[in-house]
Nanobody, 122 residues
Framework: QLQLVESGGGMVQPGGSLRLSCVVS????????MAWYRQAPGNQRELVASITSSGSTNYADSVKGRFTIARDKGRVAVNLQMNSLKPEDTAVYYCNADGVRLVHDYSAKNYWGIGTLVTVSS
């Protein structure tokens, strides 16, 4: 069973930094993209940042210049470096893997992690 294992959430003061990591646990053939989404209480889940297999990145306007998404070159994983954090960044952050093709099943699938809480508060 493929899983996305997230880590790195926690509490930080405004202006601080956190680094989220998401590792694909399991053997895959390929994937098209990985991304981080977030959902604050009472809000819909929204895209924060994404990166394709070719390295193209996309960011929500609210995080441009503060967050950086990057692939982990040593494994099937993605990191989200979050700097200059604001209280409005408080949310549960979810990792997503899209267009995942397994060795024994080539149909494209989408997977979600269980989420990690980021709290920005003084």
């Amino acid at each position: 069973q493929l899983q996305l294992v997230e880590s790195g959430g926690g509490m930080v003061q405004p202006g601080g930094s956190l680094r989220l990591s998401c590792v694909v646990s399991g053997i895959i053939f390929s994937l098209d993209a990985m991304a981080w989404y977030r959902q604050a209480p009472g809000n819909q889940r929204e895209l924060v940042a994404s990166i394709t297999s070719s390295g193209s990145t996309n960011y929500a306007d609210s995080v441009k210049g503060r967050f950086t998404i990057a692939r982990d070159k040593g494994r099937v994983a993605v990191n989200l470096q979050m700097n200059s954090l604001k209280p409005e960044d408080t949310a549960v952050y979810y990792c997503n893997a899209d267009g995942v093709r397994l060795v024994h099943d080539y149909s494209a699938k989408n997977y979600w992690g269980i989420g990690t809480l980021v709290t920005v508060s003084s």
